[in-house]
């Protein structure tokens, strides 16, 4: 074996070690603070000054924010890296909302029947309206509408490039898309915080707002003609004065997830609910954060930290070797990117993100190379000795 590829190899490898200390830490911002303020860290609920505690919410991690002044009114560890199931779907949105035609056509693919987890029903050979797949999407959570949308927009691997150039855009820099639909993947994590950025952007969509008022739907079946009722998964809608949006998501892994906003007195709130502890739902401790955080507005001294205005940080964003965008404050030199000394490697979570945290969701993914590197070195150390022994004989 070539000693200079071995030599290579162990470079990578170093690279990918030193990886891990940039992954464990949070998401910075300007001045290599955690995005959105100081207080924004830690297990511990936090709220801001003036207002009443905080109902008691079993979630992993949660955040309750005034979508129009920006302000976080209270959070427990919002940027906490975890699975988002089917709550990711908002940034699909996001992203192809304004690059599609709703009035165009698709015509159902087998690889979008083929699509794992929850589907719409989209089948081969039928043709959908591209806005009766944004019902499929935003009410049933069909992740078969989600592959049809990104196919509609140049492909999956084109939605997902875009996903995670949107993410920088808005500072959610503790989100790593893996794929349009939410359904869990090797390192594909989002967090409380930048799932309200996300939302708070959709908050100006009028399209999405109005998908999202949609209590049921007449989905085309096979053939077009006969249509089946797709019902909101949205447990708010209807039930809940003031509500402008819902998303649902669930998987083993992640457990139940739910984003929400609604508005009341001239307010918008969005509030995030991940993983609520068994027998707990998402929804309803989502419902009881935004009856707290209407109730506080109007006592709100100083909040615990601000959701960022969108582009505000991209532009000291750069991209790790994971895809994951790494920060640097305000004035710093960025390091060339690891990416682009080694390549773009994927990125293996481990069974739980929001428990064993990005360090070891990384080293999953870095494993099997450190193994390589490894053997390489092994390899590199018997060539030394071969060169330097005498010759036989």
Partial sequence: MPLAFVRAAAAVTAAAAALLAVAAAPAAGQGGGPVGGPLLTGTAPVR?????????????????????????LAARD???????????KLLTALVLLPRLDPRAWHIGTVADAAVEGSRVGI?????????????????????????????????????VAAMRQRAVDLGA???????????????????????????????GDRSFLAYEAKQSFLFPGKPR?????????????????GVLAGKTGYTTLAGNTFVAAARRAGHRLVVVVLRP?????????????????????????????RLVAPGELAATARTDLSGRPVLHGRGADPAPTLAAAAGSLP??????????????????GIAPLAALGAGLAVVRSRLRRRQSAPPAG
């Fill in 173 to 203: 820099f503790d989100t790593r898309v893996v794929n349009p639909s939410g359904l869990d993947a090797p390192g594909q994590v989002s967090s409380a915080y930048d799932l309200a950025l996300v939302t708070a952007a959709l908050l």
């Fill in 78 to 88: 919002p940027h906490r890296r975890m699975r988002p199931a089917s709550t990711l």
């Fill in 277 to 305: 502890a068994g027998g707990h739902h998402a929804w309803a401790e989502a419902r009881a954060l935004l009856d707290w955080g209407f109730r506080a507005e109007a006592r709100v001294g100083e909040p615990v930290g």
């Fill in 347 to 364: 990125v293996a979570a481990g069974p739980e993100p929001g428990e064993a945290g990005p360090a070891r969701t990384l080293a999953w």
């Fill in 225 to 241: 003609w006969k249509r089946y009722q797709v019902q909101s998964q949205n447990r708010l809608l209807g039930r809940y004065r």
């Fill in 123 to 159: 089948v081969p050979g039928v043709r959908y309206r591209v806005g009766e797949l944004w019902r499929g999407l935003l009410m049933q959570s069909g992740n078969d509408a989600a592959h049809a949308l990104a196919g509609e927009a140049g492909g999956v691997p084109a939605t």
């Fill in 48 to 72: 801001a000054t003036g207002t009443a505690a905080v109902p008691r919410v079993t979630a992993r991690s949660w955040l309750v924010a005034d979508a129009d002044t920006g302000a976080v």
